[in-house]
């Protein structure tokens, strides 16, 4: 991992314009080369694993609209399929989340009988609770999206398709519009977004929602871990709003949930640019100190990982990890970690038997851990601790974790 300070030389080369704003004065804030390019895509044994190909990341950071891409992105490295598994809904944690999320939507913006387009639906996990919850009406489109594991009622009311979103489906007419983790995997995140308000067209009354991370976390913890290849860009509210209001939006709602770790916005088309409104658009003075002390911070961050895992190691502890998402591949491909972790835990069944992406760490259940209990469990989201202590107690495995 090289971090690279804000001014040394490097930052007269030609770069990408910012894709979100125009601006052509961006500059470098962060490199880590030879990283996987898949963080979801499972593999059936440790070999298939480490043949994960691999990509570079240079970040930068747009001082005027406060967006930051991965300029060195290259959207032919990645296919997305079925293979792909990513979905959160097997945490207790996650699906409270994601059911007060849908609630909270259909209450506040009258979301009952509709009909919902999901622009990179994943498994159709939040869709189909989108429209269960508010008796609505749902098409998804993703190219690993899954129609055998939608349930049975809800195969009744929700159509998905696997394929990428495009001016192929500008026939699509519908209520709602719902975008999720998915804008953060589009480098040309201004043509997504005018895509999507070019194809409503006139229809003003369509609601647009959309969640994504919220980079000014990861700026704040100096968390690497969620800077992965698969994430080419990332946005903090303010840049997302000016996003938005200068594509034709007007912003009804702009948040942080789950902890600060994920923006939500929900937005209606306007006929054209509007101003902001909202207290969390004004962030772009704070956004830079943030990013100036990312750049003079991370580098320490990275070393006290890689010291810390090798202070575990010399004294004899066995260490396994609890996750094997994208935040897992990336904390152990930027600290160059390999052995140091034995094995890791999820509790999503689709991934048991399978290999991290690049890795190749063995994916176990839980009840694994009861013939095989770790000295240390490494928790690559700390919103999950208490619900992984209460499986830890549940197997009755002592051990010591370690939130990341």
């Known amino acids: 991992m090289k971090s690279i300070p804000a001014d040394d030389g490097v930052s007269g080369r030609p770069h990408l314009a910012c894709l979100a704003c125009g601006n052509a004065t961006v500059r470098p804030i962060y490199e880590v080369f030879d990283v996987p390019v898949y963080n979801s895509l499972l593999a059936d044994s440790a070999t298939e694993a480490h043949s994960n ?9 747009c001082g005027s609209c406060g967006f930051i891409m991965n300029e060195l992105f290259d959207a032919s490295l990645q296919s997305y399929s079925p293979k792909f598994e990513d979905s959160q809904h097997f945490s207790n944690c996650f699906s409270s989340f994601a059911k007060s999320l849908a609630q909270r939507w259909i209450d506040q913006f009258d979301i009952r009988g509709k009909s919902i387009l999901e622009i990179g639906c994943g498994k159709a996990d939040f869709l189909e609770l989108f429209c269960d919850l508010g008796d609505n ?5 993703d190219p690993a999206c899954v129609p055998e594991r939608l349930s049975a009622a809800a195969q009744k009311h929700i159509t998905l398709i696997q394929d990428y979103y495009s ?52 700026l704040r913890e100096r968390a690497f871990w969620d800077i992965y290849y698969e994430h080419c860009s990332y946005f903090t509210a303010g840049s997302l709003a000016r996003l938005f209001r200068r594509s034709g939006f007007d912003i009804l709602d702009l948040r942080r949930d789950y902890d600060d770790q994920y923006l939500t916005l929900v937005a209606r088309p306007s006929s054209g640019p509007t101003k902001p409104v909202l207290q969390l658009e ?16 991370c580098p320490q961050k990275v ?3 890689q010291e810390t895992l090798r202070r575990l ?39 048991h038997g399978k290999f991290s992406p ?10 694994h851990l009861r013939e095989n209990p770790p000295d240390i469990v490494l928790v690559m989201n700390p919103i999950y601790c208490e619900e992984i202590q209460a499986d830890l107690d549940r197997l009755g495995v002592e051990a010591e974790l370690i939130p990341v």
């Open 358 to 367: 690049s890795t190749g760490h063995r994916i176990v259940a839980p009840e």
């Open 313 to 351: 190691c010399d004294d004899g502890k066995e260490i396994a990890a609890w996750g094997s998402g994208s935040k897992f591949v990336a904390f152990c491909t930027t600290l160059g970690i390999t052995t140091e972790v034995s094995f890791v835990v999820d509790i999503n069944p689709y991934k």
């Open 282 to 297: 004004n962030d772009l003075e704070e956004t830079t100190d943030d990013v100036n002390s990312f750049l003079d911070e």
């Open 53 to 61: 190909p691999t990509g570079d990341i240079r970040l930068m950071y």
């Open 303 to 305: 070393s006290g990982w």
């Open 167 to 218: 001016d192929e489906y500008s026939n699509i007419e519908t209520d709602v519009i719902c975008c999720r983790h998915t804008l953060e995997h589009i480098l040309p995140t201004g043509d997504f977004v005018r895509l999507i308000r070019r194809n409503i067209g006139p229809r003003h009354d369509t609601l647009v929602i959309f969640e994504l991370p919220d980079v000014t976390r990861i």
């Open 137 to 141: 009406r749902g098409i998804g489109i």
